[in-house]
């Protein structure tokens, strides 16, 4: 693979990728040559990825069950959970830099394919009868820190080899694959490990990170690099990487309200099922028909974003769902004890708009970083995202155990709306989309 410095950044003229691929449709949303065969190349990737992603899932949601069955411990999942999310959120910025050092097809390879023998090697432990507790945190642990290379490595590379205005449908892409994963894998995963057994699961992530891998090495991906990063620290790194973001002051904005948006929303998902049995008073299968309305509503909100392709306004678009997200949540906390139907209705309806936040923000993002530093940019993303969630959830936890669960869910929704309402307020967040 040949290496490319990026012609938007060291060409005055090539002043933005939308203005590339208008005035030249041979050319990729970063302002590379745009390969005849783009189309193939991008459905062996995402191919790949989605036969991983299902595997994962349904690997996933085995450990998560095994660790139920057999501990019955909240404490456990939590600590499980914990696992599973700290490593990317504080690793990302270290997987940027290294995307934009080395050659990013390379990485996704290495990080699939490490994930895929540690889930081997943990299979052919458990059929040997020596599965225990620490052994799924390294398994969760080591799942999570190839996700921190691998994500900033994959959205760094997809301005190269899509036009911009395919850009925020491949974005969403990973969104739409990861809601029909939700709904369909966890099932999958229960059917093999009650008939095939525990170590069955494990074998079949390994098939599908091998899948993934084959999938990269069919396709070929253009090698953007920057000098400069080889010759500083990592501190300097990831400063250049937040001064990519920041010398574009709409950007910086977007990111930190979608990082509240996280923050604010995140316990949310852990505080779902409480307020079906304690709040509705359901049971399982009503905590799992609320799970699935979501899911459902993710699928069809990335389904809506990929053929509709999200218009000229994004940021507007963000703002939107960040309004319809706190009303919904809010009117969940005004419901009625008796109430449930109306309940699964506002999961969907917020599930919905939450599919209208990461696609449009990675794009808005990948228009205005320059690509030898999408890498870092990314990865400072990811770390904000990822430590924004599980922080919320601790802080929203203890509220909701002080106010209740009903008023919570007002309180959370009302804090959402509020930042739907005034996000798009500021004057370089709105030229975002005059800029596009």
Same mark, same amino acid.
Request: net charge neutral; proline share 5%.
């Given at each position: 693979?040949t290496?490319n410095t990026h012609?938007r950044?060291?060409?005055?003229?090539?002043?933005?990728s939308r203005? =590339?691929?208008?005035?030249?449709?041979g050319l990729?949303a970063?302002g590379?040559?745009l390969?005849?065969?783009w189309?193939a190349?991008?459905?062996f990737?995402?191919?790949?990825?989605?036969a991983?992603?299902?595997?994962s899932?349904a690997a996933?949601y085995?450990i998560? /069950?095994?660790?139920?069955?057999?501990?019955?411990?909240?404490?456990? *999942?939590a600590?499980m959970?914990? =696992?599973?999310?700290? #490593?990317m959120g504080?690793l990302?910025?270290?997987g940027?830099?290294?995307a &934009?050092?080395h050659?990013?097809?390379?990485?996704? +390879?290495?990080a699939?394919?490490?994930v895929g023998?540690?889930? $081997?090697?943990?299979? $052919?432990l458990?059929?040997?009868?020596?599965v225990?507790?620490?052994? $799924?945190?390294a398994l969760c642990i080591a799942?999570?820190?190839?996700?921190?290379?691998?994500?900033?490595?994959?959205m760094a590379?997809?301005?190269?080899l899509?036009?911009d205005k395919h850009l925020l449908?491949?974005?969403?892409? &990973?969104?739409l694959?990861?809601?029909i994963?939700? +709904?369909?894998a966890?099932?999958?995963?229960?059917?093999?490990?009650?008939?095939?057994?525990?170590?069955?699961?494990?074998f079949l992530?390994f098939l599908?990170?091998?899948? !993934?891998?084959l999938?990269?090495l069919?396709?070929?991906?253009?090698t953007?690099? &920057? #000098?400069?990063?080889?010759q500083q620290?990592v501190?300097a790194?990831?400063? &250049?990487? /937040?001064r990519?973001?920041?010398?574009t002051?709409? *950007? $910086?904005l977007?990111?930190?309200?979608?990082?509240?948006g996280?923050?604010?929303?995140g316990p949310?998902s852990?505080? =779902? #099922?409480?307020?079906t049995y304690d709040?509705?008073?359901?049971d399982g299968?009503m905590?799992?028909?609320?799970?699935?309305a979501f899911g459902?509503?993710m699928?069809?909100?990335?389904s809506?974003?990929?053929v /509709?392709?999200g218009g000229?306004?994004l940021?507007g678009?963000?703002?939107?769902?960040?309004? +319809?997200?706190?009303?919904a949540?809010?009117? =969940?906390g005004?419901?009625?004890?008796? !109430?449930?139907?109306?309940f699964?209705v506002l999961m969907g309806v917020?599930?919905v708009a939450?599919a /209208?936040?990461?696609?449009?923000?990675?794009?808005?993002?990948?228009?205005?970083?320059?690509?030898?530093?999408?890498?870092?940019?990314?990865?400072?993303?990811?770390a904000?995202?990822?430590?924004?969630a599980?922080?919320?959830?601790?802080?929203?936890?203890?509220?909701?155990?002080t106010?209740? +669960?009903?008023?919570f869910?007002l309180?959370?929704g009302l804090a959402?709306?509020?930042l739907?309402?005034?996000?798009?307020?500021?004057?370089?967040?709105? !030229?975002?989309?005059?800029e596009?």
């Amino acid at each position: 693979m040949t290496q490319n410095t990026h012609p938007r950044s060291s060409a005055p003229e090539a002043t933005s990728s939308r203005d =590339c691929d208008i005035a030249s449709p041979g050319l990729s949303a970063a302002g590379l040559p745009l390969a005849k065969n783009w189309l193939a190349i991008i459905s062996f990737i995402w191919a790949g990825q989605a036969a991983s992603m299902i595997t994962s899932f349904a690997a996933g949601y085995a450990i998560v /069950w095994y660790v139920t069955e057999s501990t019955g411990s909240a404490l456990a *999942l939590a600590v499980m959970n914990l =696992c599973a999310m700290l #490593p990317m959120g504080l690793l990302s910025p270290f997987g940027g830099i290294v995307a &934009d050092k080395h050659n990013r097809k390379l990485i996704m +390879i290495v990080a699939d394919g490490a994930v895929g023998l540690i889930s $081997l090697a943990a299979g $052919l432990l458990i059929l040997a009868g020596d599965v225990s507790f620490p052994l $799924l945190l390294a398994l969760c642990i080591a799942r999570s820190v190839g996700q921190a290379f691998h994500s900033p490595a994959m959205m760094a590379a997809m301005p190269m080899l899509v036009p911009d205005k395919h850009l925020l449908r491949i974005n969403t892409l &990973d969104q739409l694959l990861a809601s029909i994963a939700s +709904i369909g894998a966890p099932a999958f995963g229960i059917f093999l490990y009650t008939t095939l057994g525990f170590a069955a699961v494990m074998f079949l992530d390994f098939l599908g990170a091998c899948v !993934a891998v084959l999938g990269l090495l069919l396709a070929k991906v253009p090698t953007v690099v &920057d #000098p400069a990063a080889a010759q500083q620290h990592v501190g300097a790194n990831l400063r &250049d990487g /937040w001064r990519a973001v920041a010398k574009t002051r709409g *950007l $910086l904005l977007l990111i930190g309200g979608v990082t509240l948006g996280m923050f604010i929303f995140g316990p949310l998902s852990a505080l =779902c #099922p409480l307020m079906t049995y304690d709040y509705f008073q359901g049971d399982g299968y009503m905590a799992a028909l609320g799970e699935a309305a979501f899911g459902i509503g993710m699928l069809v909100g990335s389904s809506i974003l990929m053929v /509709w392709g999200g218009g000229k306004r994004l940021a507007g678009l963000i703002a939107v769902a960040a309004a +319809i997200v706190g009303t919904a949540t809010a009117a =969940c906390g005004l419901l009625p004890s008796s !109430a449930f139907p109306a309940f699964v209705v506002l999961m969907g309806v917020m599930a919905v708009a939450c599919a /209208w936040f990461n696609g449009p923000l990675l794009t808005l993002m990948q228009r205005h970083v320059p690509d030898e530093k999408m890498g870092r940019a990314m990865g400072l993303f990811f770390a904000l995202t990822g430590l924004s969630a599980p922080l919320g959830v601790a802080v929203g936890g203890a509220l909701a155990e002080t106010v209740g +669960i009903a008023p919570f869910f007002l309180i959370d929704g009302l804090a959402c709306l509020a930042l739907g309402l005034v996000l798009y307020l500021p004057r370089s967040v709105r !030229a975002l989309d005059k800029e596009a």
